[in-house]
Structure formats: C-alpha cells, structure tokens
C-alpha cells in the first residue's frame, strides 16, 4: 500500500477539557470520512498551552480520559491517530506526551517529547518547559501497512539528528504535532520543516492548535504536510480546521533516485567529527558554569 490520506488537525484549544475532547473526536470522524487513514491532532490538544496548565490537565496514558476518546474514536472510524500530545503524570513527573493508536483503538506507542522547549528571546518570547516538564528518554517510531513513521513534538523537530536517525531507521513520514508561536512561527516553522524533508527525502507533516490572540501562548497555526523534494504539498494559515495530503510514497523514491544523497553519505568522515564536536559542546558548556 504506496498510497494514502494523510490528515493534520488544526483545532482551536479552549479551557474546557471534555470541549477540546469531543472537539478532537468530531474532527477526527470529519476526516475518517474524507478518507484519511492516518489521523494526527496538535500538541497539546487537551489543555491550553502553558506550564502553568500542565499539572492541572495531566493523565496517565493509558487510563486518562484524553487517550480513552482518542482509542474510542480510533476504532469507531478505523484509523490511526497520533494523538498530538498531553500532559501525561507518570508518578511524580510530568512529560508532554504523543500517544499513538492503531485502527483497533490500541495504544501501540506513546512519544515523550525529548527536547523540552526551553529558549528566551528577549523582548518577544521565554519559555521554559523544564520547569515542570521532564524529558523523554528514547525515540519513538511505529509501523504501518502503508509506511514506518517518526514521531517528535514541536521543539523536536529543531533537532536534526532525531529526523535523520529516524529516516536511517526506515521512517518514510515524521509527524510533528506542534506549536510554533508568534516570534519562531513566521521565522523558523516552514523552513525548518523542508529542512527536515530535503535532509532526508522524506514526508515531514505538522499539526498545530488553531491560533487564539487571547490565549497567553499565542499558536502561529499554518500546519502543513512537505514531501520530500522540499515542496508544501498542503497547508493552511491560522484558522480552525482540518488539512490533507494524499501521499505517494513512490515519490520517496524518486527524489532518492534522482539526487542519491541518501547513498553519498560519508558515514566515514563524520562519524569521528562528530563526536568530537559532541566534546567541544559539552566543554564549552561546562565551561559556561
Ligand atoms: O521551537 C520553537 O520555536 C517552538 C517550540 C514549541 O513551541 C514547543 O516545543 O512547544
């Protein structure tokens, strides 16, 4: 199976958990009957963005009422859905979780975002997830009758080395449930995604909450769906809404045939540099303190 529909959730995020829930799943049957097969919601898509929410709106995944909707909606429509991400409590820690279900309504994997988002552009935006969050400790990619995938959340997806290891790995798609903002959104967001996908020649979608101007975190919206010669094959800007892409993974090969950077690595080469550049890094940054 080459050849499928592929669909990003752009919903709007409110206060009220059980709306954004039942939100999620009438989008989720909106898209099951356009013919999508694989189904993925924006980070995030419980609670409203912010750390200060986190603790509040956390579940256990499974157990919590969001994965629950999610596994019900998944088997009703028959489809996979990457469930955007949640704050998930494990314990006394708190992660920002992607839970992922297969067309029986199993979970078959759950992604704990490994980059947490902490930066400061002063003057326009800090952020420091780690003030709640932990990170997760591994790489998550699951496999389908159509092709494997890659999971990463938002800031995720600024880490090269995660989208190569995963398309090393045989990942054909990375989904990237995200919520880029209004400072790195118009500056980073689609350029970072086409970067991901020419890296690697492969599909690189996004899922971002619908943009809310009263929110305190302010979402830039504009999910889109690259294929892997670089090209925005689907997208939208801030509204509510639902996008598609009907994905050929025969194209996959074909930019891999005409432009064979996949085979013109020189594994023998970077491998030693970088390492040492992992050294210098990580002395430089001791140094710092
Ligand atoms: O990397 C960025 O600019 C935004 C990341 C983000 O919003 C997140 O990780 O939730």
């Known amino acids: 199976m080459s050849k499928f529909k592929l669909a990003m959730i752009q919903m709007a995020v409110g206060i009220s958990k059980p709306d954004n829930l039942a939100k999620a799943v009438k989008f989720i049957q909106e898209a099951s009957s356009s013919g999508a097969s694989i189904i993925t919601l924006p980070e995030c898509f419980n609670s409203p963005y912010g750390t200060k929410y986190f603790p509040e709106y956390a579940e256990s995944i499974p157990g919590g009422p969001s994965t629950e909707a999610l596994s019900k909606a998944a088997?009703?429509?028959s489809v996979y859905i990457v469930g955007g991400s949640i704050p998930?409590?494990?314990?006394?820690?708190?992660?920002?979780?992607?839970?992922?279900?297969?067309?029986?309504?199993?979970l078959i994997t759950k992604h704990r975002k490994?980059?947490?988002?902490?930066?400061?552009?002063?003057?326009?935006?800090?952020?420091?997830?780690?003030?709640?969050?932990?990170?997760?400790?591994?790489?998550?990619?699951?496999?389908?009758?159509?092709c494997t995938i890659g999971v990463g959340i938002c800031y995720d997806i600024r880490f090269a080395e995660m989208a190569q290891i995963y398309s090393n790995k045989g990942c054909s798609l990375l989904l990237y449930p995200g919520a880029f903002n209004m400072t790195t959104g118009p500056?980073?967001?689609?350029?970072?995604?086409?970067?991901?996908?020419?890296?690697?020649?492969?599909?690189?979608?996004?899922?971002?909450?619908?943009?809310?101007e009263n929110a305190d975190y302010v979402a830039w919206g504009h999910s889109s769906v690259v294929d892997p010669w670089g090209t925005v094959i689907s997208t939208t800007e801030e509204k509510e809404g639902v996008i598609y892409a009907n994905i050929d993974l025969s194209r996959l090969e074909e930019v891999r045939k005409m432009i064979p950077v996949t085979k013109q690595k020189r594994y023998d080469l970077y491998q030693p540099a970088t390492l040492a550049l992992k050294k210098i890094r990580q002395d430089d940054l001791y140094d710092s303190h």
């Not at 998930?88 to 199993?106: H, I, M, Q, S, W």
């Not at 947490?116 to 699951?142: A, C, H, W, Y």
Request: glycine fraction near 4%; charge should be negative.
């Open 75 to 77: 088997k009703e429509n």
């Open 114 to 146: 490994v980059h947490l988002f902490d930066i400061n552009v002063p003057g326009k935006i800090r952020f420091q997830e780690s003030e709640v969050l932990s990170p997760g400790e591994s790489l998550t990619m699951f496999s389908t009758p159509y």
């Open 187 to 212: 500056a980073h967001w689609e350029a970072i995604q086409r970067a991901r996908a020419l890296d690697n020649q492969v599909f690189v979608a996004t899922a971002s909450p619908a943009r809310d």
């Open 88 to 106: 998930e409590k494990d314990g006394d820690r708190l992660y920002n979780t992607c839970a992922v279900f297969n067309p029986k309504g199993e």
